[in-house]
């Protein structure tokens, strides 16, 4: 089955994405796409393969390409694993597998995309009403891609109207360098802003004058721009 669907995969290769996807997922050397080999492939091509094979996909295989030093077979097997979690006939039994199986092989989630199409999908969804602490150990580790996946499994949360997580999560990731952090965590704070604004704003009013400006940037970004001139000059 793998060497199948390698085929048909690479039927989908388009060196002008290639070119274009090195330089959009910083692969120079010391960037954190450095070892990435990226095939060219849009993701609506990968899609159509995984509504075609994912319900027969084995998890050998599956770990195959998630294995694979191409990013886009990576990200194939993780949305093969989303599309299986979301099936109508996967047994709460299967879910956990699946949540299971990505967990063990967390270290191939290891670029912002596979990070963001697929982790509130299957981590966030498994671990509403559940007890969350592997989300704060993510969050208090040295890994970039597992402090991002920390942040955005909770847009599960947030979408069934749950704050709690995802704002001490992003105080865990305040302070950190990288910009896919910054980007991410304001990225959560807007979406708490989304479905209620008060509660985004009494947690920005001590935090905003000294958080990173990518993520006020991103947090703020829906407001009004008369309010949003306003805290990114300190004036709120």
Same mark, same amino acid.
């Given at each position: 089955?793998?060497?199948?669907? /390698?085929? *048909?995969? &690479? ?5 002008? #994405?290639? %070119?274009?996807?090195k330089s959009?997922?910083k ?5 954190y ?9 849009k ?8 509504r ?5 996909l084995?998890?050998?295989?599956i770990?195959k ?18 599309a ?6 996967? /047994?709460? *039994?299967? &879910?956990?597998?699946i949540?299971?199986? #990505?967990? %063990?092989?967390i270290?191939?989630?290891n ?7 697929t ?15 592997i989300?704060?150990?993510f ?6 891609w ?5 942040i ?12 709690e997580?995802?704002l001490n ?18 990225w959560a704070?807007?979406?708490v802003?989304?479905?209620?604004e008060?509660?985004m ?6 935090r ?12 703020i ?8 001139q ?7």
């Amino acid at each position: 089955m793998f060497e199948q669907i /390698s085929i *048909e995969l &690479q039927n989908y290769i388009n060196k002008t #994405y290639q %070119e274009s996807y090195k330089s959009f997922f910083k692969t120079k050397k010391g960037e954190y796409s450095a070892e990435d080999i990226f095939l060219g492939i849009k993701v609506p091509k990968l899609r159509k393969s995984v509504r075609k094979h994912f319900k027969t996909l084995s998890f050998e295989d599956i770990k195959k390409f998630l294995y694979s030093p191409y990013h886009e077979y990576r990200l194939f097997a993780l949305l093969v694993l989303v599309a299986k979690y979301q099936d109508k006939n996967s /047994s709460k *039994e299967e &879910q956990k597998r699946i949540y299971d199986f #990505y967990v %063990e092989n967390i270290s191939q989630v290891n670029n912002w995309d596979l990070v963001d199409v697929t982790t509130s999908h299957i981590i966030g969804k498994y671990l509403y009403g559940k007890e969350k602490s592997i989300l704060y150990d993510f969050a208090n580790s040295n890994d970039l891609w597992q402090k991002r996946i920390a942040i955005v499994s909770t847009f599960y949360f947030i979408k069934q109207g749950s704050y709690e997580d995802t704002l001490n999560i992003a105080d865990i990731l305040l302070n950190d360098t990288h910009d896919l952090i910054h980007k991410a965590v304001g990225w959560a704070i807007r979406n708490v802003g989304n479905k209620n604004e008060q509660i985004m704003l009494e947690y920005l009013q001590s935090r905003y004058k000294t958080m990173p400006r990518t993520t006020l940037r991103y947090a703020i970004e829906k407001l009004d721009k008369e309010i949003r001139q306003k805290y990114l000059k300190g004036l709120i």
